[in-house]
């Protein structure tokens, strides 16, 4: 093993340790936690048909662009079986079951279940949507899987994590906030509580992220600036549609978004901004010529990306999605 492998495997059974004690803070116990059932009309109720039939009549005035986002979070929220086994490969961990990692993994992943089941059983019964299409897709997206540029290096999936949980934060609270505008206030609850899990779960892998700076600060800063290099990939980018190729789909879902407001280019350089300072980049000590270096590449990046996007145009709408009834 390698000297690089060998300090990597020793910080991350340092980080596992810190996973098991933390774990309650960052993870609602099951018995107590929501459920999606919480939220969608019971089958075995006197009144199911007509609170479908309520469910029908709110989800009908949602926009078009709105209903298109929602589909392409869903399914990106469905493709759990890809971002399991990926994070399960990374290098350095145990893998022992009761380990701080596989069982950090298996409970996030419980948590996270939960948000695709929600959303696919409103969107059945909401009436907008051709589920055999939307379920095309979403078995395209596991089965294609993806390249989000990581390797299996634990520090860049890390930085990767903090940066996607924020990224669908953002995405599910501003869906909720649209679907209240326009009359779906139990959407708005349900992609409100989902915003919720997906803050814990930032909290989470900042702070793991945060106790590899604080023992192995030049390499973590390396890998910070080679994932602000190559830019964060989001899961969504591999989206597609029957009879499309990977990435068609996805430009046509981040125009809807943009102009939604619901995720935007400058949302990523100010969720950048967010980790440079919660990780304390700027003032971090004990860097060598590399890791300065690094830092300062990191530190000039949000200001540079803030005047692109800027000048970028709004998206116009021009694209019919085969998930969406007509």
Known sequence: MSFFAEKRREVMLHIENYMLDMMDTYLKPIDTNWQPSDFLPDSTSETFYQDIKGLRENAKDLSYDLVAVLIGDTITEEALPTYESWLSMVDGISRNEQGGWMKWVRHWTAEENRHGDLLNRYLYLSGRVDMRQMEISTQYLIADGFDIGTGHDPYRNFIYTSFQELATNISHRRVASLAKKDGDTLLSKMCGVIASDEARHAKAYKDFMNKIFEVDPNEAMIAFED???QKIVMPAHFLREMGLKIGQTFG???????RLGVYTAVDYVEIM???IEEWKIESMGELNEAGEKARDYIVALPSRLL???DRMKQPTMDYKFSWIHA
């Open 227 to 229: 994932m602000m290099r």
């Open 252 to 258: 046509h879902f981040t125009d809807a978004a943009q």
């Open 307 to 309: 005047r692109v996007a």
């Open 273 to 275: 901004q967010q980790l």
